[in-house]
């Protein structure tokens, strides 16, 4: 059987040519051909779609070559691969350039980092100090990476963002978020106050600093003002949110502490009006505290304690509970209140 | 009894028989193929690609015939179902250059060079060589924008298989594309060859008219209704010719400046 198309002669029974793969069994292929319709829509759809494929490639001519121009002239700009040297400056932001001879890209990266810090200092609270340490982390980032622009520039696109993604989640996991840390444990640490009645010292939204463990000793004496921990506790008519609460301590350790109608007395004396608690003197009960050693008396007056007067025996439930939170643990006192930050209107020392 | 030798073998006879048939069969085929190049060569590509139908009914195997059907199919400008058409063909006639021709001529009629210059190189590679494929070559050329398109179709032209309607071919792919001068030199090449050819006088006459010669289009459309009176085509071009204000003019001009 000879094959139509290359005319070998191939074995009876074969339904392909052994030569060109061409088909020798064709009494059953269909010689209609298909036929367009009125409108020739495949025809002119493929037109159409070919054209715009042109379209795209005459576009796309100019800039290929143009790009491989750019490419190539940068191979010839940054010749250097990625020195250890450089890389070990960088981990100071712009010190990667400073010191390896891109002094104005290094000045530009300290400055916009230097900028960035200072920022977050300037508006501190906890939202603002992360955007701009977000963004002095970018600065830092790009420091780094600019130290591998050789390698990165011939690299996809995809690949380069990839590769910054990674560089700047390294150095915030390991390098900002610690440093940050470190910082508010040991200098100072800002602190919003969301959930406390506004009184003429403090009001809801004020932000404040807390003493680093550098500037105190966890000794404290009458009149601090200091952040607490509260714990969750209520009962029939009184509840108390846990939380971090500031208010000023009213007795130490060895004090005995006696609130009546009256007054509050600490040892017999009452309590001058500078030692008051920061929202005044609101509980009037007959309580007693006789403080034990690492036991402070600090009386929650910021907090919103919820007391239903309707509820049976809620008055009684309030002073026990009063005399619950009141006592407060040494290891419970966070730190002391510095100095308050936010709003810049009221910007002052707590006292 | 009958029925035990119904099944038996008389090779005499039944050769005798097969040959007539093939014999009627081979008559058959080449009447259509030559009823269906006729046809073309009058213009009329519905009816040739009937006949080239009627021809791959009594012979599959006959690859002109299914060239003959794409070429028809590209000149009713139904190229996507020529592509299609010329892809089937090429399944079943792996590897054969001139159905590679045809169908990088339908690929480049939907506007996509590239694909059609891949096809044309395998074409060229192909075993064999037939002016079919300096003419598809000549329109990939054309179709991508470069020069070297008339050597191609000079080549198509010298070709030792090539006939005189080799140049009305080349003139309506030039014609196609719009370079109406080289489609008229072409023309005028088929016609020198074969001057009673009807369908030649109209593809110049129609060159004619694309470059605004308004007075010798009419001419040539004039001699192709000597040679074929009544040509519904002919007179509708004639007719065309003869009302073509000096805006379509001036903007047929503007048009093939490019």
Known sequence: MQCPACQFENLPGL???ARCGSSLVLDTVSVEPPRAGRLHLATNVSRVRGRMGLAVASIAAPISPMTNRVLSWL??????????????????????QLMCGRRRLGQILLGVWCLCVLLAMIFVSPGWSWFFLGLAVSAHATGILAVFATQLVFERILSRLLFGLVIYVVLMLVVYVPTTDLLATTIARPVQLNDIISTPALQRGDVILLTGSLFHDNQYK?????????????GNGVVVNAGLSVDRIIGVPGDTVVINADAILVNGTPLPANQLPLGGRLYRADLTWQLGPDEYCILP??????????????????????????????????????????????????? | MTGRFSNLEFEHGREQTQDALGQQQDELVTDFLARATAAYHLGEFEEALRFYTRALKEDRQLIPAWIGQVQMLIELDECHEARVWAQRAEELFRGHGDLLAVQAQAIARLNDPKSALALSDAAMQAA??????????????????????AECFDNALNHPAATWFEGVVIARVCQYYSRATLALRYAQIALREMSTAPFAWLVAGECEAALGSLASARTNFDHALELRPNWPLAIAARQQAEHSGIWRRLFRRLRLRR
Request: net charge positive.
């Open chain 1, 75 to 96: 191979r010839v700009q940054i010749p250097a691969p990625v020195s250890g040297r450089a890389l070990a400056w960088s981990l100071l932001p712009g010190f990667g």
């Open chain 2, 128 to 149: 064999g060589d037939m002016p079919l494929r300096w003419t598809a070559r000549g329109e990939v050329m054309l179709a991508r924008g470069v020069r070297y398109a």
């Open chain 1, 222 to 234: 009458r009149g601090d003002v200091v952040a607490y921990l509260i714990p969750n506790v209520g």
């Open chain 1, 15 to 17: 339904t392909e040519c």
């Open chain 1, 301 to 351: 007056s910021l907090l919103a304690l919820h007391i239903n007067p309707t509820a049976r025996g809620a008055s009684n439930m309030a002073r026990d509970l009063l005399r619950d939170v009141g006592c407060v643990r040494l290891n419970e006192i966070q730190a002391p209140a510095w100095i308050r930050v936010r709003p810049w209107s009221r910007f002052g020392r707590l006292e």
